[in-house]
């Protein structure tokens, strides 16, 4: 199984709202990643997660907070986003952060910030 | 880091192999060549990987130059569902760890 979940699937918020996105991976891998890709472009990283420590931020504004909680779940906390913040939130997990190891991805959260 | 270069499009017809070039001529000995797809509004598939060697999975093959620096994604009976953006992706070291680096892919479209 090669399973990553993410929730919700689409959200719309207002930019004085706090919201948080989840990502969830039970193939026992021990690195999360964050990306955000916007309309008709690739995914960019935002941050990595190795063995629940924060191990790079992609100089991600602090609107953008991530949290792992434990190996299996990555949350992603948003406070007043502006609308160019919108975009679709993909979260992937790899068993490291080997370039070896293969990063899979979850369907992601569609975000839209009014 | 390992720029990739990929035609911006491709078309493929139904049930013909589709052959799709990646140039990475700055590749290091130890980053792995990785091919993802995403299909519109999904998150991107894992297709892929090797190093030196040609690589075959259920999925595709990967055709790898002996000096590295292009490969060739094949899919051997392309079928409609194989529409999507195909990222070709030298997987790199950032401060010790591994990220992947999305280029701007090829669109392919297959047509019936």
């Known amino acids: 199984d090669t399973e990553v979940t993410q929730t919700p699937k689409h959200l719309v918020m207002g930019m004085t709202n706090k919201k948080s996105l989840k990502c969830e991976q039970h193939m026992g891998h021990r690195a999360m990643y964050w990306y955000k890709q916007k309309a008709k472009k690739p995914p960019e990283l935002m941050f990595v997660?190795?063995?629940?420590?924060?191990?790079i931020n992609e100089s991600v504004p602090s609107r953008f907070s991530p949290e792992c909680p434990n190996s299996s779940l990555l949350n992603l906390h948003l406070h007043a986003l502006q609308p160019e913040d919108s975009a679709l939130y993909l979260c992937a997990s790899s068993f490291v952060a080997r370039t070896s190891d293969t990063q899979y991805f979850g369907p992601g959260t569609r975000l839209t910030v009014l | 880091d390992a720029k990739t270069t990929q035609p911006p499009s491709m078309d493929c017809a139904e049930g013909r192999a589709a052959n799709l070039p990646c140039n990475h001529s700055?590749?290091?000995?130890?980053?792995?060549v990785y091919w993802y797809r995403q299909i519109h509004s999904q998150g991107p598939q894992y297709i892929i990987h090797?190093?030196?060697n040609n690589e075959t999975n259920e999925m595709a093959s990967l055709i790898i130059t002996e000096d590295r620096k292009s490969s060739t994604l094949i899919l051997p009976h392309a079928t409609l569902r194989d529409t999507a953006v195909y990222y070709c992706i030298g997987y790199q070291g950032n401060s010790g760890y591994s990220t992947l680096t999305f280029g701007k892919g090829t669109m392919l479209l297959v047509s019936p």
């Open positions: 700055t590749i290091s000995g130890n980053e792995y």
């Open positions: 090797g190093l030196k």
């Open positions: 997660y190795s063995y629940e420590k924060l191990s």
